[in-house]
């Protein structure tokens, strides 16, 4: 590519919120002492939106300050269209003035009022969409994670014109604010769509959390549309984009000091650059996309957790003739049969999720469950890898290595324990520009590691696995997801639990791993990928099978190939003896937990059916309902946080998030609470 695209091209930066409530809805203060507050916050612009009633405040503007009309309206899914394929609650949308001379203008106080309740969920979330823009609003989707959507549940819809990528009222008192996975699978479609950070305020704690910087010419109500219609700004929650511009190939960014800095690409996968202190030290980066890539968008993390997200750079907009690709590999999308959502898939751990104390069945013993040495294509030996292990505090590691099993007792000691395992993988597809639904790549990792040490089912030290290789005959005698099946079977058959890696960074979509049966647990973190390829984060898939009737459990592990990669990501067993036996059926019964950094000490559902959780000093603990997506966060205001309490009012899974200061995260596994 030919010459520079810069997406900033305003003659002044202009901070704003998008998304703020006063009390003429459920807001904390009137209109006129929001808008001070927030002018006094260094903000140059704010739009009150309050529920369902639009608002237009031209005598709290100067020079200075601008309130732009807005509103948010919503549609509710009526409750025979809630199922588990669906369960999508609500769809609420954001109403953003852009055009002050549309002859459709709405007047203040106006209200959305629908002509008809027929047609589907969607059909009527559409024709609030195209009422915004027939009135000459900028059309946002709010809140797409808080309000029950799965990643594809928006996809349909038209007219919008960005998603809300951080809501900050969602994840400061819920933890469920970030919808980044929502808005990768629109671009992922094709749907060209902005990400705006905003404060959706109540209450007053939770203002001045999210907001965007918008490059725009001057402080005018078609100044800032025109720019935020362009893409003419970013989104943060702190850090500030400086420079971002695009050159021969290469994006260049550069930022208030940030921890790490990540590249986000589809299709095919990202870059992440980490400051060399693991500190606030890193202030520029530059990385070459991939050309047939479809976008790439950029985001500033600090060591604190604070975030500043780019809008997306669209590849085919820098590399328009790109020429259609030539596919080998093809796949029958009706072949790759999905079983249908909500039903009962079986799992290793399922019968055991309504048990009440998980982490007191004897004492604590950390462990790696996925790593790789010079067998494959490991950097450290067997030995290394052990003693790396053994001299950072850990107890056990299972050694993974792709396509050749580890069964000995060579590097066992009297306090450090390697477990039999193996990793198996099956893909088939492209990273292609110009990919469908029988052309994308499907990636499976699984890892095996044994559970039975009472037969003789397990596989000998060395056993090589030989890998299907895709060919045209190959995809006519079973599907993918059969052949992936029968690894599972297979792993299963020789003793082994087995465990579904890194689906973020095997650059799935949530229904590509959901349906599998007989799996013990899913990777939420991989080290390995965050550090290489910034995906290494799988919450929403994991979230997807739990609320889909595939109870299992969650993992953190580091799929070393490294010392650059080891000691990232880990499990704490609780078992009553320090034995192989005793840690494969911890894990096997859910009985551990999973962490980047935080310690938990105990996390249990007491007499009265309130589920409790004590830790060492954290910044936050947040509870989270896979089932229902509710959450309720407890957040250091000063103190840390060492406890916390949830009590559920109905019947649900509840499993809890632990963040540290430097925002390392833990992860328990799910309790069932049967509420009477």
């Not at 929001?34 to 503007?61: C, E, T, W």
């Not at 008192?173 to 990400?195: P, V």
């Not at 037969?455 to 696995?465: E, F, H, K, N, R």
């Not at 647990?521 to 965050?530: L, R």
Request: charged letters at 20%.
């Amino acid at each position: 590519m030919e010459g520079i695209y810069r997406p900033f091209t305003g003659k002044r930066w202009l901070r704003g919120n998008l998304h703020t409530h006063s009390n003429r809805s459920d807001g904390h203060v009137d209109p006129a002492n929001l808008a001070l507050m927030y002018k006094r916050a260094n903000y140059d612009f704010v739009a009150i939106s309050d529920h369902r009633i639009y608002g237009d405040f031209p005598q709290l503007s100067d020079p200075e300050f601008l309130v732009i009309p807005a509103a948010e309206f919503n549609v509710n899914s009526k409750e025979s269209e809630r199922t588990p394929a669906d369960p999508t609650r609500t769809y609420h949308i954001l109403f953003v003035l852009a055009d002050p001379e549309c002859p459709n203008r709405l007047p203040h106080d106006a209200r959305y009022v629908p002509e008809t309740e027929e047609g589907t969920l969607l059909e009527r979330v559409q024709r609030l969409i195209d009422w915004g823009n027939a009135t000459g609003n900028l059309v946002i989707l709010s809140h797409p994670n808080s309000s029950r959507q799965y990643e594809d549940s928006a996809l349909p819809l038209t007219g919008l014109t960005a998603l809300e990528v951080h809501n900050n009222t969602s994840h400061f008192s819920e933890g469920i604010g970030r919808s980044e996975h929502q808005w990768d699978a629109f671009l992922r479609a094709g749907k060209k769509i902005w990400g705006v950070a905003v404060d959706d305020g109540h209450l007053g704690v939770d203002y001045y959390g999210g907001w965007i910087m918008v490059s725009a010419d001057e402080l005018t109500i078609p100044s800032i549309a025109k720019a935020i219609k362009e893409g003419s700004f970013y989104s943060t929650t702190g850090p500030l984009i400086h420079d971002l511009y695009v050159e021969n190939g290469t994006i260049h960014i550069s930022c208030s000091p940030c921890e790490r800095i990540r590249f986000i690409q589809y299709e095919d996968r990202g870059k992440m650059f980490l400051s060399p202190d693991q500190k606030d030290s890193l202030t520029e980066a530059e990385w070459a996309f991939s050309p047939s890539a479809k976008f790439v968008r950029v985001e500033c993390i600090t060591s604190d957790g604070k975030i500043a997200w780019s809008n997306p750079i669209y590849i085919d907009e820098l590399l328009p003739n790109r020429p259609a690709t030539e596919f080998v590999q093809h796949l029958n999308p009706e072949r790759e049969t999905i079983p249908l959502a909500g039903q009962v898939i079986p799992t290793v751990g399922r019968p055991y999720f309504a048990q009440k104390t998980p982490l007191r069945n004897g004492r604590h013993y950390k462990g790696c469950l996925h790593a790789h040495t010079t067998r494959s294509d490991g950097k450290l030996s067997p030995e290394e890898l052990c003693q790396h292990y053994r001299e950072n505090g850990y107890d056990f590691v299972s050694i993974t290595d792709h396509c050749v099993y580890t069964n000995t007792t060579a590097y066992d000691r009297e306090d450090f324990l390697v477990l039999p395992g193996i990793e198996l993988d099956i893909w088939c597809g492209s990273f292609a520009h110009d990919v469908d639904e029988s052309t994308r790549q499907r990636t499976y990792h699984l890892n095996g590691i044994l559970a039975d040490y009472q037969t003789d089912a397990a596989l000998p030290d060395g056993y090589v696995w030989q890998r299907q290789r895709w060919t045209p005959e190959w995809a006519t005698t079973s599907s993918l997801r059969e052949k992936v099946q029968e690894i599972i079977d297979f792993l299963q058959k020789h003793g082994n639990l087995v465990m579904l890696n890194h689906p973020q960074w095997s650059v799935n979509y949530e229904r590509d791993v959901y349906g599998f049966s007989g799996l013990f647990a899913m990777e939420i973190y991989n080290n390995g990928a965050e550090l290489a390829c910034a995906n290494g984060f799988s919450e929403h898939f994991y979230y997807y099978c739990l609320r889909n009737n595939m109870w299992l459990w969650n993992t953190a592990t580091d799929d070393t190939h490294g010392v650059h990669s080891a000691c990232g990501g880990w499990v704490v067993v609780s078992a009553p003896e320090f034995s192989k036996e005793a840690i494969a059926d911890a894990l096997a019964k859910g009985r551990f937990y999973s962490s980047t950094g935080p310690v938990i000490h105990d996390f249990w559902v007491d007499e009265q059916g309130v589920v409790r959780l004590t830790c060492e000093p954290a910044k936050a603990i947040e509870f989270f309902m896979p089932l229902t997506v509710d959450g309720w966060a407890i957040r250091s205001q000063g103190v840390p946080v060492t406890k916390g309490a949830y009590e559920p009012d109905k019947s649900e899974l509840v499993m809890a998030k632990v963040i540290g200061f430097d925002n390392t995260v833990a992860w328990t596994n799910p309790i069932w609470v049967e509420k009477k």
